[in-house]
């Protein structure tokens, strides 16, 4: 029920944390959230990010739960480290390794000025059938990673028209549309959260004709961004995700702190 594909496109859109001011040093900042398939609880996820003047390293994990546990447990950590920019985070390494029915997948990626140099994958990957679509070199310049892609420094535009995405196997982008601001509150947030419609876009790296995929490019998904207390920065705290299965959701149920 929640296969590889599906995790790495939920760090996508929901790779949650929050920083705080970059004039601050040491700061920590910890975030924990909800995914549920219709009101089923399937999985959580916390993320747990320390920002300095000039670089920051994010931590997140990824769980199983209920049905899901019983059908094929799943599990993921995730690592990015990087430096601040005045308009986004941009990383220098990425790594995702993911862990169901006993298999465990490893993904390292490096960056350099926003190109990958370097991509790893162990154990390496099967011979490709003949509707996969190969990464070209193009694809891997200018390029965000799934976790600190979908965090923006408090004077960056929030809603961008687009968000290039590499996590190691896929090459994606997430078209980003301003849709207001809604009310949110959880355990260490409330206020305004601004709300940006996403639209799925595959670009590379994948099987042409994949019907989840398929599906994902027809349908709008919702994201909304919060500035916690005391950071300089957005990140989720709310996501709906249209599947073949029913609507996902995940919400932040520990923001801040």
Known sequence: MVAKA???????????????????????????????LGILPVARMSFASEFDDRSYTINGS?????IVDVIAKTSAETTVKGAMRSD??????????????????TYDVQYRNGNVVSTTVKPEPKARPDSWIPIKDADLRSVLDPLSGMIF????????????????????DLVLTSKGTEKFSTKGFKGDAIVCSIRYV???GYRKGRKDIEYLKTVSMEVWFAKADGANV????YAYIPTRMGPLYVKATKYGG
């Open 62 to 66: 990824f769980r199983s739960a209920g």
């Open 234 to 237: 957005y990140a989720p705290v």
């Open 153 to 172: 420094p408090a004077d960056a535009k929030v809603c961008p028209n687009k968000l290039p995405i590499y996590d190691g196997e896929s090459r994606l």
């Open 202 to 204: 595959p670009k590379s």
């Open 6 to 36: 599906s995790v790495a496109f939920v760090a996508a859109v929901v790779s949650v944390c929050a920083a705080s001011p970059a004039s601050t040093a040491g700061i920590r900042h910890t975030s924990e959230y909800s995914v549920s």
């Open 88 to 105: 986004r985070l941009q990383a220098d390494s990425y790594s995702l390794v993911y862990t169901t029915k006993k298999k465990t997948q």
